[in-house]
């Protein structure tokens, strides 16, 4: 089912809906809560769309795409909140980046925030190294670093940017973006983390999406690729999660 509201031309499709939980599509661009912009929030359509009071369970950037789950009574919110707050929730972005991305593994850099709510790697970006398939500092993190962790896998690399399969393992505010920006693979799109001004990160949108989510005793859920998502279909049609 597809649902397009006259307070925005975002197309939002429900992939799944029972009497606990509705699993959405965000599109690009729709805020899930109200920002400084002003600008309508999928939160406003929220009843309407879903014919009752909507549930918060977690969020997606505004840029991002992909699965949104919302529970529609609060005892399925307390179980699914728990389920993210205890990171038995398996999330799977795909994402395209700058550069080859020759190889897979772990970045294990903690996270601080920064300046302008923006956040940062809790250490020097010179400091970076990566060894046996783990990114991570070099010596100790600042005080006041969060552990953070994202599983990284390359799928298809063409015109010398990458297509990604991430999987985050913590679930910090920006990880998906800070983590890739920091050992210089930024998110094609990502004004906030990359250079915007170099001409092989524009894009027309941040260029991440969150393609499923796996809820234990809850089941799968899976948001397909948006039709402005630029791909090689062919080799990425079922990315592996």
Known sequence: MSVSTAQSAARIDILSRDENLIALAKPSGLSVLRDRSGM???????????GGKPYQVHRIDKGTSGVLLVARNAQAQKSLTRS?????????????????FRTGGVIDLPLRRGRKSRFRVAGQREDIRFNKGVWHLNGAPAADGLSSSTRVRPLLTQDGQTLLLLQPLTGRTHQLRVHLSWIGHPILGDELYGRPADPAQQAGRLLLHCHRLI???WGVYTAPLPPDWRLNRSATERPRA
Request: a positive charge.
């Open 40 to 50: 309508a929030c999928l939160w406003d359509q929220l009843p309407e769309l879903i």
């Open 84 to 100: 993210f707050q205890n990171r038995s929730v398996r999330k799977f972005y795909l994402a395209w980046v700058t550069g080859r």
């Open 215 to 217: 809820v234990p005793g």
